[in-house]
């Protein structure tokens, strides 16, 4: 017995020196100060990269007319000015309603997209769906050959009209993308076990019940990343406003940010024409466009942070426990 608690301990002490002993051996997983030093200074470049053209962006809208023409943009403003701001927001109250139109056909539409697409993702994803190959086959077709334009058009204001509606802001281009139900059928036969959904049967679950209590809340990463991506595609919409829309009281905030800066560029080239150049100078015709930008980016900065606690959980999804 002391023998074998001898020869435990020595064989306990050697690994102790092989990982820890004497510097040589570093800890598992670990790395070399140099280059976690350099993947620091690495992923801080990167991050001030993708930060600094939003603040150059807002230091030129923050900036006078005339100093930008002399001195070219600056993330510090040189003269400072709110003219672009007073612009836009002289008639708060329609932009104020835009605003409204953008969140709520934002909100209702993540939410529908993402409905849908997880009621027609998770039958594809069962191997005992009797139509599954055919419907697979029909998404991903759909996926590589559109009807075009016209046809798109004629189908959305003469066989459903949903001009001048808040409809048409929602149901065309955003409210299914074959490419997203091909990626949450992926998931769903990858991350979800058949054994998990045959236990559930075993307990008298139904199919409704095993989607709602069981496939949603396993899903959680990959249906914050889809729904991500239907909140920017709704956001930063303003073709279906163009095209549906007559109704100014019913446009979104792109579409109202396009109009006031293709009303701008029109007054510029009309004091071009008309030799009055000297007034239209006084416009912010490019601090504008970056005051529009900062405007529009609105809420939608702070969909990030409520979805990013979902995308560190997806990182995890398939990895090995012991």
Same mark, same amino acid.
């Given at each position: 017995?002391?023998?074998?608690? *001898?020869?435990?301990?020595?064989?306990?002490?050697?690994?102790?020196?092989?990982?820890?002993?004497?510097?040589?051996?570093?800890?598992?997983?670990?790395?070399?100060?140099?280059?976690?030093?350099?993947? *620091?200074?690495?992923?801080?470049?990167?991050? #001030?990269?993708?930060?600094?053209?939003?603040?150059?962006?807002?230091?030129?809208?923050?900036?006078?007319?005339?100093?930008?023409?002399?001195?070219?943009?600056?993330?510090?403003?040189?003269?400072?000015?709110?003219?672009?701001?007073?612009?836009?927001?002289?008639?708060? &109250?329609?932009? /104020?309603?835009?605003?409204?139109?953008?969140?709520?056909?934002?909100?209702?539409?993540?939410? $529908? /997209?993402?409905?849908?697409?997880?009621?027609?993702?998770?039958?594809?994803?069962?191997?005992?769906?009797?139509? =599954?190959?055919?419907?697979?086959?029909? #998404?991903?077709?759909?996926?590589?050959?559109?009807?075009?334009?016209?046809?798109?058009?004629?189908?959305?204001?003469?066989?459903?009209?949903?001009?001048?509606?808040?409809?048409?802001?929602?149901?065309?281009? *955003?409210?299914?993308? !074959?490419?997203?139900?091909?990626?949450?059928?992926?998931?769903?036969?990858?991350?979800? *076990?058949?054994?998990?959904?045959?236990?559930?049967?075993?307990? &008298?679950?139904?199919?409704? =019940?095993?989607?709602? =209590?069981? #496939?949603?809340?396993?899903?959680?990463?990959?249906?914050?990343?889809?729904?991500?991506?239907?909140?920017?595609?709704?956001?930063?919409?303003?073709?279906?406003?163009?095209?549906?829309?007559?109704?100014?009281?019913?446009?979104?905030?792109?579409? $109202?940010?396009?109009? /006031? $800066? =293709?009303?701008?560029?029109?007054?510029?080239?009309?004091? !071009?024409?008309?030799?009055?150049?000297?007034?239209? !100078?006084?416009?912010?015709?490019?601090?504008?466009?970056?005051?529009?930008?900062?405007?529009?980016?609105?809420?939608? #900065?702070?969909?990030?942070?409520?979805?990013?606690?979902?995308?560190?959980?997806?990182?995890?999804?398939?990895?090995?426990?012991?």
């Amino acid at each position: 017995m002391k023998e074998l608690t *001898h020869t435990a301990s020595t064989v306990a002490s050697a690994a102790s020196r092989r990982v820890t002993g004497s510097g040589r051996r570093r800890e598992i997983n670990s790395i070399k100060p140099v280059t976690e030093f350099l993947l *620091h200074l690495f992923f801080l470049l990167v991050s #001030v990269a993708c930060v600094f053209p939003v603040l150059v962006v807002l230091g030129v809208s923050l900036t006078d007319q005339d100093t930008i023409y002399m001195h070219g943009y600056n993330v510090i403003p040189r003269v400072f000015s709110w003219a672009a701001y007073d612009y836009l927001l002289r008639d708060l &109250g329609p932009i /104020a309603k835009a605003y409204l139109i953008s969140i709520f056909v934002t909100v209702v539409g993540t939410l $529908m /997209a993402l409905t849908i697409t997880a009621l027609v993702a998770y039958p594809l994803s069962r191997p005992d769906f009797a139509f =599954r190959g055919f419907f697979s086959f029909f #998404v991903f077709f759909t996926m590589i050959f559109g009807g075009g334009l016209v046809p798109w058009y004629l189908v959305y204001t003469n066989f459903i009209d949903i001009r001048d509606t808040l409809w048409a802001l929602i149901v065309p281009n *955003h409210l299914l993308s !074959a490419f997203y139900v091909i990626i949450m059928r992926t998931f769903f036969t990858t991350s979800i *076990h058949p054994s998990i959904l045959e236990s559930a049967k075993i307990d &008298g679950a139904g199919e409704l =019940r095993i989607f709602t =209590r069981i #496939v949603l809340p396993l899903s959680l990463p990959v249906l914050a990343t889809i729904g991500l991506f239907y909140t920017l595609s709704y956001w930063n919409d303003w073709f279906n406003s163009l095209v549906f829309m007559n109704n100014d009281k019913l446009i979104n905030l792109q579409y $109202m940010m396009y109009k /006031a $800066m =293709r009303n701008l560029q029109f007054l510029n080239t009309f004091a !071009a024409v008309g030799g009055i150049g000297d007034q239209t !100078a006084k416009l912010p015709s490019e601090t504008a466009r970056m005051a529009m930008a900062i405007i529009g980016m609105g809420p939608i #900065v702070l969909a990030y942070p409520f979805f990013q606690k979902y995308f560190v959980k997806g990182l995890t999804v398939g990895a090995v426990k012991g």
